[in-house]
């Protein structure tokens, strides 16, 4: 499974993003998917993650009600809504798949994208 994420950028505090990340397998309603950040000089945070059919979401409390993960699966992408963007969510981005598990542990994902690169501006 490839992973190819995309739509970082620079943007001021309080602004939008949105993410996006492409599989390239046939198989990818067949994952659950996750998005995690890591900041320099810090271990890789676990952001958001979502069921292989959508039904369940989980997040890390600072992003809730901030961060919406969304995934479309005849496009085999999922998605990261960020509004209200805060400086502290600098970091670079990378999204992951895993067939069994849906949780915040990045050791249990089995696929990693390359990362995209957020930096939100005070």
């Known amino acids: 499974v490839q992973l190819q994420a995309s739509g970082g950028g620079l943007v001021q505090a309080g602004g939008s993003l949105r993410l996006s990340c492409a599989a390239s397998?046939?198989?990818?309603?067949?994952?659950?998917m996750g998005w995690f950040r890591q900041a320099p000089g810090k271990e890789r945070d676990f952001v958001a993650a979502i069921t292989w059919s959508g039904d369940r979401t989980v997040y890390t409390d600072s992003v809730k009600g901030r961060f919406t993960i969304s995934r479309d699966n005849a496009e085999n992408t999922v998605y990261l809504q960020m509004n209200s963007l805060k400086p502290e969510d600098t970091a670079v981005y990378y999204c992951?798949?895993?067939?069994?598990?849906?949780?915040?542990?990045?050791?249990?994902?089995?696929?990693w994208g390359q990362g995209t690169k957020v930096t939100v501006s005070s």
């Open positions: 397998t046939r198989t990818f309603s067949s994952y659950t």
């Open positions: 992951a798949a895993s067939l069994y598990y849906t949780g915040s542990i990045p050791s249990m994902f089995n696929y």
